[in-house]
């Protein structure tokens, strides 16, 4: 069924025509689900992780702080890093200062990622310097990878002191560990007022999609993975249209192409149209979404 159905959707990726052979209901709903698109600004950012990693011998491991707004698929990155990392020889581990339902600490997290024991009774037996470097040498530990930062650099004085003061270790002889702070604005400014750090932290800006043929591009590349039966007209208007209405901010954009679909699905449309761009936001309310806001 798939082969036949498959062959006459070529405008479609044909890893996803088994949609087609699903109820319209879930394809609509499979329309608002999230997946990845490669584009050269976040494969530009991952290569550059992955040389800066590939650096030894360091008195201080190259550090960076990944800035960008709300939505600027920050997370998405620091996702697909976590992919990719799978089939490097040098590890990384993960950890994110958002959704931490035990309120642990950053170094905590760290800790615990790295799968050392930090309770008090093992903080008081034994000193976990050696633990945590037998750790990193043995698994080939190579940086620290932290999404919202800013929550680790926007606290009281003091826990913000402790937090700074834990990246430089992290980064300093006695680890060699690399980190990659992913967070908003406020981050970067926090990092960089620390003499220290400011020389160890390189910045790397998360932008917008200005117009362009990167936009161009990732808007036919993530239409072409959105199951519907006819091919969409993407031309010049409904781009320049659907560049006004989402700023270019990733998010915004993958919202609205997700919506509009969803909705053609369920119309019978089954493409999307300038006319769902015009009314996106009422679309969005459709299906309980919205846009960030963003000036
Ligand atoms: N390369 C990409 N391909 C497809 N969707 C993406 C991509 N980058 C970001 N997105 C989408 O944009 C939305 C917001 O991204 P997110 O990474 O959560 O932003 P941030 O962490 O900066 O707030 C997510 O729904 C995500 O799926
Ligand atoms: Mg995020």
């Known amino acids: 069924m798939s082969d036949i159905v498959g062959s006459s959707f070529g405008h479609v990726n044909p890893k996803r025509h088994y949609i087609f052979d ?11 689900e999230d997946f990845w698109v490669p584009h050269p600004a976040a494969t530009y950012l991952i290569q550059k992780i ?15 702080v ?22 490097w020889d040098k590890k990384l581990i993960f950890v994110t ?3 931490n339902p035990n309120n642990y600490s950053l170094k905590q997290l760290i800790l615990s990622a790295m799968g050392v024991d930090f309770s008090r009774q093992a903080r008081a037996a034994t000193n976990i310097t050696p633990q945590m470097q037998a750790i990193i040498k043995r698994d080939n530990i190579k940086g620290v990878v932290i999404d919202e ?8 004085d003091l826990q913000q002191r402790i937090n700074l003061s834990l990246l430089k270790n992290l980064s300093g002889s ?8 992913f967070g908003i604005g406020s ?43 006819y091919r969409s007209n993407i031309d010049g208007e409904l781009l320049l249209l659907l560049h006004k209405k ?6 915004n954009i993958v919202k609205a192409l997700q919506a509009s679909a969803a909705y053609a699905v369920l119309n019978g449309d089954e493409r999307i149209k300038k006319e769902h761009i015009t009314n996106v936001d009422v679309l969005l309310d459709m299906f309980g979404m919205s846009m960030s806001s963003y000036d």
Do not use: W
Request: with cysteine; glycine share 6%; proline share 4%.
């Open 246 to 251: 989402t700023h270019g901010l990733v998010d």
């Open 174 to 181: 006695e680890y060699g560990l690399s980190v990659f702070a």
């Open 50 to 64: 992955n040389m800066m990693l590939e650096v030894e011998n360091k008195t201080q491991a190259p550090c960076m």
């Open 149 to 156: 930062v800013h929550d680790a650099l926007t606290l009281t």
């Open 66 to 87: 990944c800035c960008g707004d709300g939505g600027s698929g920050k997370t998405s990155h620091v996702n697909r890093l976590k992919q990719e990392v799978k089939s």
């Open 187 to 229: 981050a970067q400014k926090v990092l960089r007022a620390d003499p220290q750090l400011e020389r160890r932290y390189a910045v790397h800006d998360i932008k917008p999609f200005s117009y362009g043929e990167e936009y161009r591009n990732f808007v036919s590349s993530y239409v072409y993975n959105l199951p519907l039966k």
């Open 97 to 99: 200062m958002h959704q």
């Open 22 to 32: 699903l109820p319209d209901a879930r394809r609509a709903a499979i329309c608002r």
